[in-house]
């Protein structure tokens, strides 16, 4: 082998070296994780605490909910308007208009974001549910806003900050769903926001309707997309920080169990466990959140391109790869500029077995405009693998950690359901496969890791939030 190409491999080899995940890290990740999640009930000032949200969803479905409902779902990349109709046995139908989220909506204000939105929902009605508008009906909606969210009660809650790639500054602090009905009512548009879900709450929901103890109670939803997080049900008791009045009023009514949103993507900010590579660094430099969301961006689809991309560029920068492009305003803008190499493209690099990675070689000259030689698709693919090996490790925290929390396992015979949505659990090659070896190294165990079933929920956050509004009745 040539003396340059040992120097590249040499050095590919130490980068992925950075890249792995250690046994003893995710045993002190999930012990962490526990930690952080306990104190996060307790009070909401601690800063080193996950969020552990209460939401006001009080009770789980059993899959014998019946009603036809409008969900919209505004998550990292699409709008989506819903109508979900629960047939009452496990089943649901729905129709949907999907939009992808333009770029300038994300920067912009609050009142073009929301007219924009309540402008789709308009469409759909009038597409879809024509009838019932001449009949003069009034529709009740469930909202699913994927971002933290500060709740009182079921359909009002405050952004507490954007994350994946959002920036929408008027709007933080603000009760969204009043923003959304303000500009319904302003268009004229007979639809009444019922309620307010996270996307991982509506996932929990929609696959405890669907899979309802077909393999083991639906402890977790979790999301693995564009970005990450998870949500499940706890002990109203332990939700220390619940205002007296509400405990209360919850006793009152024989309610023992709240969902909790974890905002897991914002585990250990302060990085006492997860990895900080210096190319971990630079993208979360790059991001809209600098600082926080620390453990989303070693996890999630946005972040795991983009941290493939800085990688490349520093390869590019020591001379080991790209070597003929002579400066960096040569090189392809797509590589230079932070978030433009998707996870849909690693996950075409993560599998290719074509000769000389052929079907790789096509992929960067498309998306990147980026010439490669056999050599450095190798590497390319070496990174890939690396990043999302470590994704799907990392992944593998918080979901043992939950799981330990609430003594899932605890009994005899006992098998397990997490509800998964999210382009990168449903689509990268591998990565739930990957997520349980990691689960089989915690304190979980092999025996653990068996008896545990992911899911896809597909639609999940969508046709939950129809749930919740409807719980909302
Ligand atoms: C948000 C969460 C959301 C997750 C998955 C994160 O960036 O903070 O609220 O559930 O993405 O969409």
């Given amino acids: 082998m040539p003396a340059v190409n040992k120097k590249l491999q ?39 605490a996950l969020m552990m949200i209460p939401t006001y969803v009080t009770s789980i479905p059993t899959g014998h909910e019946q009603g036809v409902l409008l969900a919209v779902d505004l998550g990292g990349t699409n709008f989506r308007v819903v109508s979900v109709t629960l047939k009452g046995d496990h089943t649901f139908s729905l129709v949907q208009a999907k939009s992808p989220i333009p770029l300038d909506m994300m920067s912009g204000t609050s009142a073009m974001l929301f007219q924009w939105m309540s402008e789709k929902i308009d469409k759909f009605l009038k597409t879809h549910h024509s009838d019932s508008l001449k009949e003069g009906n009034n529709f009740k909606m469930g909202f699913t806003f994927s971002f933290p969210v500060k709740q009182k009660s079921l359909n009002s809650g405050t952004l507490t900050r954007w994350t994946k790639g959002f920036d929408v500054s008027d709007c933080v ?13 302003a268009l004229k548009v007979p639809v009444t926001v019922g ?24 402890i977790i939803g979790c999301i693995f997309g564009t970005g990450t997080n998870g949500a499940y049900a706890e002990d109203v008791s332990k939700i220390k920080k619940l205002p007296e009045d509400v405990r209360k009023h919850l006793k009152e009514a024989g309610v023992t169990q709240m969902v909790i ?17 210096k190319w971990d660094q630079v993208v979360d430099k790059n991001s809209s959140n600098p600082g926080v969301h620390i453990f989303e961006k070693r996890v999630s689809g946005l972040y795991m391109g983009e941290t493939l991309r800085v990688v490349l560029f520093d390869l590019w920068k020591e001379g080991l790869l790209f070597k003929d492009y002579a400066t960096e305003e040569a090189l392809p803008h797509r590589l230079t500029t932070p978030f433009n190499l998707d996870t ?3 996950s075409l690099f993560e599998i290719d077995d074509s000769t000389g990675l052929k079907a790789s070689e096509l992929k960067l000259q498309q998306m990147l405009r980026l010439p490669t030689t056999t050599e450095e698709r190798l590497v390319i693919q070496q990174l890939t693998r690396a990043i999302a090996h470590r994704s799907a ?20 015979h006992v098998e ?10 449903e689509f990268y090659p591998g990565y739930r496969t990957m997520m349980r070896d990691a689960v089989s190294l915690t304190q979980l165990g092999p025996k653990g890791e068996r008896r545990l079933h992911i899911n896809i929920s597909k639609d999940g956050s969508s046709v939950g939030a129809a749930l919740c509004a409807l719980s909302e009745e």
């Fill in 393 to 412: 490790y990392l992944a593998a925290i918080p979901i043992s950690a939950l799981l330990m929390k609430v003594g899932a396992f605890d009994g005899h």
């Fill in 416 to 425: 397990v359901d997490v509800g998964a949505d999210g382009s990168v659990v």
């Fill in 10 to 48: 040499t050095r590919a080899n130490q980068v992925c070296k950075c890249f792995e995940v250690s046994q003893d890290l995710i045993l002190r990740g999930v012990d962490y994780f526990i930690d952080s999640c306990e104190r996060g009930l307790e009070t909401d000032d601690d800063p080193t």
């Fill in 261 to 277: 949103n974890t905002e897991w993507g914002s585990f250990d900010n302060q990085m006492k466990i997860l990895p900080n590579t």
């Fill in 195 to 218: 309620a307010l879900a996270n996307d991982t709450v509506g996932t929990l929901l929609a696959r405890s309707y669907t899979g309802a103890n077909k393999e083991g109670e639906t």
């Fill in 344 to 346: 849909e493209a690693m």
């Fill in 173 to 185: 602090g603000k009760d969204v769903v009043a923003l959304l009905q303000e500009h319904l009512d």
